[in-house]
Antibody, heavy 124, light 107 residues
Framework: EVQLVESGGGSVQPGGSLRLSCAASEFTFSDHYMDWVRQAPGKGLEWVGRIRNKARSYTTEYAASVKGRFTISRDDSKNSLYLQMNSLETEDTAVYYC???????????????WGQGTTVTVSS | DIQMTQSPSSLSASVGDRVTITCRASQGINNYLVWFQQKPGKVPELLIYAASTLQSGVPSRFSGSGSGTDFTLTISSLQPEDFATYYC?????????FGGGTKVEIK
């Protein structure tokens, strides 16, 4: 069964940093684009960013709300995805999900499998 | 950025009812649209991709339609396990954006 397991969440003060990890298993991780999506308490879903695969030079895309503060990376040798979050703000408090973009429609990738999420709380 | 507007934001329905949720994109997205279902306290699950293709394992009472800017998710006969929040999301261009969600509650 395809599995994504996030870790690294926790509590941090505003202005601090945190690094989330996502361990992937039971699929060819290196083939896929990967996404991060977050959900603030009681709120809807917000796309954070995406990293493409090696064939697309591991290029990244980010939401405007996190661009310049968050960095997505991956290590295909470890089947792992990362989210480095710097200059954290209280508005970044959310559950962060790691997601495989495993459905491809005419060259565009959509999210299919979600991890269980890890909670990040930014508070003084 | 493409804005995704879902309506209604919530609805009450009974088991067996036919339910329709709409999603409108602020500009054309071809059929690059997915629908997710999120039950309380659970992780979102993919229901439909490419606007109308049912994800493997999803019951056939779910269907999607539309292209361009207007899309619908239909549940033909609502079941107890379908009470949840539903989100549309486009993947036509960046940034990817979600609709605000539609909460389906028990009448």
């Amino acid at each position: 069964e395809v599995q994504l397991v996030e870790s690294g969440g926790g509590s941090v003060q505003p202005g601090g940093s945190l690094r989330l990890s996502c361990a992937a298993s039971e699929f060819t991780f290196s083939d896929h684009y990967m996404d991060w999506v977050r959900q603030a308490p009681g709120k809807g879903l917000e796309w954070v960013g995406r990293i493409r695969n090696k064939a697309r030079s591991y290029t990244t895309e980010y939401a405007a709300s996190v661009k310049g503060r968050f960095t997505i990376s991956r290590d295909d040798s470890k089947n792992s995805l990362y989210l480095q979050m710097n200059s954290l703000e209280t508005e970044d408090t959310a559950v962060y999900y790691c997601i495989r973009a495993g459905v491809i429609t005419r060259g565009k990738s959509a999210m299919d499998v979600w991890g269980q999420g890890t909670t990040v709380t930014v508070s003084s | 950025d493409i804005q995704m507007t879902q309506s209604p934001s919530s609805l009450s329905a009974s088991v067996g009812d036919r339910v329709t949720i709409t999603c409108r994109a602020s500009q054309g997205i071809n059929n690059y649209l997915v629908w997710f279902q999120q039950k309380p306290g659970k992780v979102p699950e993919l229901l439909i991709y490419a606007a109308s293709t049912l994800q493997s394992g999803v019951p056939s009472r779910f269907s999607g339609s539309g292209s361009g800017t207007d899309f619908t998710l239909t549940i033909s006969s609502l079941q107890p396990e379908d009470f949840a929040t539903y989100y549309c999301q486009h993947y036509n261009s960046y940034p990817l954006t979600f609709g605000g969600g539609t909460k389906v509650e028990i009448k």
